[in-house]
């Protein structure tokens, strides 16, 4: 064995140990990055394109029942500006009869899922649970009632409301404080719905021309649905999108009821 068959082994061996390291640290590096850019891009699609959601209550069976997992297309009415509410590009007409995933007007962290009943300068009227929608009895196959009770017109406005508009862009609302609320010029005489119109006056002020559209949201469990008949319109700026995909539970897979 020579000197340098002494001295140069261990050094060879080093060399090799700290390359295993090196490949090792940059496979691990690798990893992480890969994993950061999955995250990164399941996040923008969360944000952007589809989310999931679950159905929490009763108020859409028995199209859709509690438990259900939605997927449900972000893009459906444009393309909103990133953790907002706020379109930066707006598309996709609402139609009536569409089930739609929306932030309620009065909440800012639950997420509501109901029937579009009511579009925007549509004359809605409720009488005895039956709808008409400009004057017009609505044929409903996928509503049901679950109470068979009447509640009068002035009690409750669960099952009768007299006639009322929804609101349009253009349209003017004004709150005049001895004589009530105003929709272009017209007091409403309509007790539930006089205080909902009054909601879209923002900051307490005594007037407001509207530059959105505006819906009225309706469950098909019509006797056990909190829905704009109790709070009031939808601006659109508020819609989510529609559902594409019920994927969970399994006997339930498929495209959602419409």
């Known amino acids: ?27 691990a590096w690798e990893w992480v990055k890969s994993l950061l850019s999955a995250l990164v891009i399941a996040l923008l699609i969360r944000e952007f394109v ?21 997927f449900v297309n972000k893009l459906s009415y444009g393309f909103k500006l990133p953790f907002t509410t706020k379109k930066a590009v707006e598309w996709g007409k609402v139609n009536r009869g569409n089930i739609i995933v929306f932030l309620p007007p009065q909440e800012t962290d639950k997420v509501y899922v109901k029937r579009c009943m009511g579009l925007p300068g549509d004359t809605l009227e409720l009488k005895a649970k039956e709808l008409y929608i400009n004057g017009v009895k609505q044929e409903e196959p996928y509503k049901k009632h679950l109470d068979n009770n009447i509640i009068p017109e002035d009690s409750y406005q ?8 929804v609101p349009k862009p253009g349209d003017v609302i004004e709150a005049k404080e001895a004589d009530g609320i105003f929709l272009n010029g017209k007091k409403i005489e309509n007790k539930f719905m006089a205080p909902l119109y009054k909601l879209l006056i923002p900051g307490g002020g005594s007037s407001v021309t509207l530059k959105q559209e505006y819906f009225f949201m309706m469950g098909d469990n019509r006797d056990n649905s909190n829905d704009s008949r109790f709070w009031g319109f939808v601006p659109r700026e508020r819609l989510i999108g529609r559902p594409v995909l019920v994927w969970m539970p399994l006997d339930r897979f498929g495209l959602p009821p419409r």
């Open 1 to 27: 064995m020579t000197e340098n068959d002494v001295t140069n082994g261990p050094a060879a061996n080093g060399s090799e140990s700290n390359k295993t390291e090196e490949t090792h640290k940059g496979a």
């Open 50 to 70: 589809v989310q999931a959601f679950t159905i929490p209550t009763g108020s859409m069976e028995s199209t859709m029942l509690v438990g259900d997992h939605l």
């Open 158 to 165: 669960r099952d009768n409301l007299k006639p009322f508009t």
